[in-house]
């Protein structure tokens, strides 16, 4: 039997979780795949800090030197989250000859074609399975089940947070700030809570999907990012009138012209689609790729034992050879286009506040046609001081074609423009552009 020994960065939610699982399965582990484990040392911040009974036996200390500097320790598992010190660590441990497996999104997302260059270099193994949707295997997937395939579009609700404050806020007809504290006291939403309902947590986890599926780096700055907080009861009952689901939706897709156009942003889909279904705290990512068609992955993005559960899966693949090191990532960088405006294609759900006169959606009107855009669906309120709700269902209308008609509304006088959410684009949809 082949023995492992192990240092661990943390020993917090998922430290733990490890940990528990390494330990309740150690007999099987021995039994199915022919190795042992040992943690024989953790890192922690705070030495004092009361820890789980089961991990309170763990050689503990405050010293990265106590696992970077032990000739003696195989892997390192990294989770402390963070970028700085994490990266110092990673690079560190990588340098030293040993295999680092993480679940930090943030780092990888920016700097992990370099640091799997890096272990490249020292001929040991870099696994990040849990940094992208915590419990769903998706990386793995990506980079061995699919990849004979051609990858079209990922769609992805990737942020349990806003999954949930959303889930809420149509179930039990919350507003967004009461489903935002309720989030908080069930410890789902952190006290500032930005990363989550901006959609910057989830375009971490997009930009390393699209390394995978498409073999491209993206920056924050190439994703279009629309956070969750401006949607309204009233919102999502039009949406839902008229059909639609609202999610925080992280969507990579490549046009038939190969431009490739990422998005984290609400989005209306058809209450039959699949992701219309993924509640509360859940994730799930949708793929539509060449020869495969459509598969969703569904389950836990977050939890002590579900990304435990990934963080362990890649040590089993590093150990047992199951998955080799360079080949996690199977796609070569490639130099596919990011879209432009008149690229960026989808049908929209536009709501404006217009002024109670005759005429004045005609006028709405006008302005949409002046950019050759047709409405799929117009309703319009009961006016209320004056002014009346209009909610417009566009067909499909690239960025370029819109964009001017904004800018004509923003100066009409009678007419302002409240918000916009596109629709899913369906693969079958884009290939017509
Ligand atoms: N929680 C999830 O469900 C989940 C899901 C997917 C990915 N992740 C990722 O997994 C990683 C860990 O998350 P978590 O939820 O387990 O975090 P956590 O519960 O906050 O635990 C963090 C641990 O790191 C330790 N730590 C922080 N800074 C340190 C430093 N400078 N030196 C040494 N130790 C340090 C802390 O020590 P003390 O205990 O002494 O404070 C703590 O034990 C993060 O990258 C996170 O994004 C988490």
Redesign the pocket.
């Known amino acids: 039997m082949k023995s492992y020994r192990i240092g661990i960065?943390?020993?917090?939610?998922?430290?733990?979780g490890v940990v528990k699982i390494l330990r309740e399965q150690a007999k099987t582990y021995a039994k199915r795949f022919n190795v042992a484990f040992e943690v024989v040392q953790v890192?922690?911040?705070?030495?004092e800090?009361l820890r789980d009974p089961k991990t309170q036996d763990l050689p503990i200390s405050?010293d990265?030197k106590s696992i970077l500097e032990n000739p003696h320790i195989d892997i390192v598992i990294e989770?402390?989250?963070?970028v700085k010190?994490?990266k110092h660590i990673i690079e560190q441990a990588l340098k030293a000859g040993k295999h680092v497996i993480?679940?930090?999104?943030?780092l990888i997302a920016a700097d992990g074609r370099r640091l799997a260059k890096l272990a490249e270099e020292n001929q040991v193994g870099l696994y990040y399975e849990?940094?992208v949707a915590?419990g769903i295997p998706i990386l793995r997937a990506l980079s061995t089940s699919l990849s004979p395939d051609e990858i079209q579009q990922i769609n992805g609700i990737m942020n349990g947070t806003s999954n949930f404050i959303l889930t809420q806020m149509r179930q039990h007809k919350l507003s967004y700030e009461d489903a935002l504290k309720l989030a908080q006291d069930k410890g789902f939403a952190e006290a500032d809570p930005t990363n989550d309902v901006q959609g910057i947590d989830a375009a971490y986890k997009l930009r390393i999907l699209t390394d995978f599926a498409f073999g491209k780096q993206v920056s924050q700055n190439d994703i279009q990012m629309t956070g969750i907080s401006t949607i309204t009861q009233t919102d999502l009952k039009d949406v839902s009138d008229l059909g639609y689901e609202i999610k925080l939706l992280a969507t990579v897709s490549k046009s038939a012209a190969n431009k490739l156009q990422l998005s984290v942003a609400p989005t209306l889909m058809p209450k039959d689609h699949p992701l219309a279904s993924v509640q509360n705290e859940n994730n799930a990512i949708f793929v539509n790729s060449r020869y495969s068609g459509g598969l969703m992955f569904y389950g836990p993005?977050?939890?002590?034992y579900?990304?435990a559960n990934s963080v362990v899966a890649d040590l089993l693949a590093l150990v047992t050879g199951s998955a080799a090191p360079a080949k996690f990532n199977t796609h070569p960088s490639s130099s596919l286009a990011l879209a432009g405006p008149k690229d960026r294609i989808a049908s929209r759900y536009m709501v404006f506040k217009v002024a109670d006169r005759p005429g004045i959606i005609h006028k709405l009107s006008a302005f949409f046609l002046m950019s050759n855009i047709n409405f799929r669906n117009i309703r319009q309120y009961d006016p209320v001081d004056d002014s009346t709700r209009v909610v417009i269902i566009t067909y499909p209308a690239s960025d370029a074609q819109l964009n001017p008609v904004k800018t004509t509304i923003r100066q009409a006088r009678g007419v302002s423009f409240i918000h916009e959410y596109k629709l899913l684009v369906e693969p079958k949809e884009n290939s017509h552009d």
């Open positions: 960065f943390g020993l917090g939610t998922v430290a733990t890192v922690v911040r705070d030495t800090k405050d990265p989770l402390i989250g963070g010190i994490a993480t679940a930090n999104k943030d849990a940094a915590g993005g977050a939890g002590e579900a990304t």
